[in-house]
């Protein structure tokens, strides 16, 4: 007989036959059959003691789990003084005894966290030095509401902790250009104005557009000549009209 949590008390659980060529179709009556009933569910005993995990290793601690049939639960916890890998506590106190129904839950060393700062303390020009263990890009871009210099937003949140063992993201964070401010585009040709338009509006988060005019001018073929727009501030979405000259005048 056997214990069983599924099967209840006298319970059929199985057969075993006494030589390994007899099966049900070839058994004889002078033939030997085990068969197995439950004792039902094993009675929960605290009659195991629980030893001093802290100087184990994490395959003695799996070893005397498996020996003792007693689940372990292993949990990762940042620690700037035990070592990785180490015990860092254990749920149930040594010398304590358990039953195999009763887990212990064994917190280990991830290592000393490695934790993502609060950028807003910082300048646009101290971020990216901020943590030399983190990989910070900062950047710049347009803001209708965050003036000149201020801080905006980090792409990960300050105080999430990461480990050597981790693969870390890169962390963005982002400071204020203040307003839109449109610029005088006289004397850039035509060709230009992409480069332009995209270096400093687009790519720092403005999204300012422009509309060709051709206007009949004596200044060279394809230059800027008039703007709709110039010297001021403009709404973060924008379009600006732009006179190009045809130098047929």
Same mark, same amino acid.
């Given at each position: ?13 199985k ?16 033939d030997n ?6 004792k039902g569910?094993?009675?929960i005993?605290?009659?195991?003691a ?6 184990? +290793? ?7 789990? /498996? #020996?003792k &049939?007693v689940?372990? =639960?292993?949990?990762?916890e ?5 070592e990785?890998g180490?015990?860092i506590?254990?749920s ?12 212990i839950?064994?917190k280990?060393?991830?290592g ?21 263990e983190?990989?910070?890009l900062?950047?710049?871009?347009y ?17 999430t902790?990461?480990f050597?063992?981790?693969?870390i993201p890169?962390?963005t964070? +982002? ?5 839109v401010?449109? /610029? #005088?585009? &006289?004397g850039?040709t =035509?060709?230009?104005?992409?480069s332009?338009f995209?270096?400093d509006y687009?790519?720092?988060g403005a999204n ?18 008039e ?12 379009t ?10």
């Amino acid at each position: 007989m056997g214990y069983s949590d599924t099967v209840a008390k006298v319970g059929y659980l199985k057969q075993a036959f006494a030589n390994a060529s007899l099966t049900s179709d070839n058994f004889k009556r002078e033939d030997n059959l085990t068969l197995h009933y439950s004792k039902g569910k094993e009675p929960i005993t605290k009659n195991i003691a629980v030893p001093d995990f802290s100087s184990q +290793t994490k395959d003695q601690i799996n070893s005397w789990s /498996k #020996d003792k &049939s007693v689940k372990v =639960e292993m949990q990762e916890e940042g620690s700037n003084t035990i070592e990785v890998g180490k015990v860092i506590s254990q749920s149930v106190a040594k010398s304590e005894k358990i039953s195999k129904a009763d887990t212990i839950i064994i917190k280990l060393s991830a290592g000393k966290p490695i934790l993502v700062p609060y950028y807003a303390k910082f300048t646009f020009e101290e971020a990216s030095g901020a943590s030399k263990e983190l990989p910070v890009l900062a950047k710049q871009v347009y803001s209708d509401t965050v003036p000149y210099g201020d801080f905006i937003g980090q792409s990960v949140a300050a105080g999430t902790q990461y480990f050597i063992k981790d693969t870390i993201p890169d962390i963005t964070a +982002t400071y204020s250009l203040g307003r839109v401010y449109m /610029k #005088d585009l &006289s004397g850039q040709t =035509e060709g230009d104005l992409q480069s332009t338009f995209h270096n400093d509006y687009t790519s720092k988060g403005a999204n300012i557009s422009y509309q060709i005019q051709y206007i009949n001018s004596s200044e060279t073929k394809g230059t800027v000549v008039e703007q709709s727009v110039l010297n001021e501030f403009v709404p973060l979405t924008f379009t600006v009209a732009i006179g190009i000259s045809t130098g047929n005048e």
